[in-house]
């Protein structure tokens, strides 16, 4: 073989050589550029999942509320999903297991205290109402990467205040995945009860309500200060006449505190007299009060107080209306705005008072 042609041979062998050598090496590169990407698509595939567990979590928090305010009641911490599929009408399959299949939980703070006698819940109400609900609380959890341990086990605090960069106290170390994988939601259900005061002062009739339906008699002197979920039904019974079952005379949905006087054998709604002024409209109640009534061999029980009474009633039930704006409800609505219904029912109280302070 000629000197050149061996020449041309080797370098041949060496071009082959060198791109032998590149291929390894931009395979290498390439190897690492798929494992940098995978590594950072995995992240952004957990951290989409966490976004959209957090949005599931929210979701079914927020069917808490409503699922209290329609069914006046709370469940047990181990069928709280029963109970919030059947009142939020949604699958129950939905609220127990996350997009992981990993089972969700929710405890209830346990110094949580409602009812009468006081307790946790189960909670369902009756006519008689609740305590002063105390620390009405619960978290709702779900965790991706593992099934959740026993949270009752917890200190519930350390829940309560759980951050995402680090581990509740007491939290399993064993436990895989990152704190970011638990996900946390947290529901406060303690303003959804609203106070109601229903005083008999009648020193001889039994007072009639009921609340959602729920038939209850409150005996001459007697007094329920209770709690109630808010926009529960009430309604104010009497009785007019000796032996006749009792006849609804006003009826209101509870979204404020409110109490009722029953007195007279009518229901109404407590005065908030203040001090005689001097002069002006002070000075002519107490003269209004010393006038005196006039005289009837038979005449009605109406007197310059009870006036008095269903005056300073109708006023303040005027203020509250304003105050409200001057809401008037639609004419097919069977249960008008509070705060309207309140000052035609003080209206025709005073008339009705008055009519008969004058016609013995």
């Not at 203020?319 to 809401?327: D, L, T």
């Not at 008008?336 to 005073?350: G, K």
Request: charged share 20%; with cysteine.
């Amino acid at each position: 073989m000629s000197p050149a042609r061996r020449t041309c041979d080797a370098a041949r062998s060496r071009c082959k050589a060198f791109s032998l050598l590149e291929l390894v090496a931009l395979l290498a590169v390439l190897a690492i550029l798929i494992a940098v990407t995978a590594n950072a698509l995995f992240a952004r595939v957990r951290q989409a999942r966490r976004q959209e567990e957090v949005a599931e979590l929210e979701r079914i928090a927020g069917l808490w509320t409503p699922s209290l305010l329609r069914s006046r009641s709370l469940p047990a911490a181990d069928q709280w999903m029963e109970w919030l599929a059947t009142n939020a009408s949604v699958p129950i399959q939905r609220v127990a297991i996350n997009s992981s299949g990993f089972r969700r939980q929710a405890i209830f703070d346990p110094a949580a205290r409602l009812g009468l006698p006081e307790g946790p819940p189960p909670f369902t109400q009756t006519a008689a109402g609740s305590a002063l609900p105390v620390r009405l609380r619960l978290i709702l959890a779900s965790g991706l990467t593992d099934d959740l341990p026993d949270l009752g086990s917890l200190p519930f605090e350390s829940l309560w205040t759980h951050a995402v960069d680090r581990w509740p106290a007491g939290w399993p170390s064993a436990w895989a995945g990152e704190p970011a994988d638990l996900m946390l939601e947290r529901v406060d259900l303690g303003q959804r009860f609203r106070r109601v005061i229903l005083q008999n002062v009648d020193p001889l009739s039994e007072a009639g309500y009921a609340m959602e339906s729920q038939p209850a008699t409150i005996p001459p002197g007697g007094v329920v200060d209770a709690w109630f979920i808010e926009g529960s039904l009430l309604e104010l019974h009497v009785h007019v006449s000796a032996g006749a079952p009792p006849t609804l005379q006003a009826a209101e949905r509870i979204l404020d505190d409110t109490s009722f006087f029953f007195e007279r054998g009518r229901w109404t709604r407590p005065p908030s007299d203040g001090p005689s002024a001097p002069e002006g409209l002070g000075l002519l109640a107490d003269r209004f009060l010393a006038a005196g009534t006039p005289t009837a061999t038979e005449r009605s029980a109406a007197d310059q107080r009870a006036v008095v009474d269903e005056w300073v009633a109708y006023l303040n039930a005027y203020v509250q209306w304003s105050h409200r704006g001057f809401p008037v409800a639609a004419p097919a609505d069977p249960i008008p705005d509070p705060s309207h219904r309140a000052v035609n029912e003080a209206r025709t109280r005073l008339l009705d008072t008055v009519r008969h302070l004058h016609i013995p």
